[in-house]
């Protein structure tokens, strides 16, 4: 559900909402970094997601094919298998 969607269900203004969401990020952050210590890391599973920005390798103009910007891109992502932990 979008910020806007909620803002109009609930009839709480969106900057509410959105320093909500930080306060209760950071609180996460913070108790992850306390509680999750000296874990045992027994299984690594990594994946790629794959996307592009504005069109696809295949279909850039000549003009475009030094450009980074534009073209395929990949997110890698790293998990422990048990705990489902993702590696930053």
């Known amino acids: 559900m979008s910020v806007r969607s909620v803002e109009r269900v609930t009839g709480v203004h969106r900057d509410t909402i959105l320093r909500l969401l930080v306060l209760a990020g950071n609180r996460c952050e913070r108790m992850m970094q306390r509680k999750i210590e000296h874990l045992t890391v027994q299984d690594v599973e990594a994946d790629e997601i794959w996307g592009f920005v504005q069109k696809k390798e ?18 890698f992502v790293a998990m422990e298998r048990n705990t489902k932990l993702v590696w930053a």
Do not use: F, M, N, R
């Open 58 to 75: 295949g279909h850039k103009w000549p003009h475009e094919e030094e450009s980074l910007e534009i073209g395929d891109v990949y997110c």
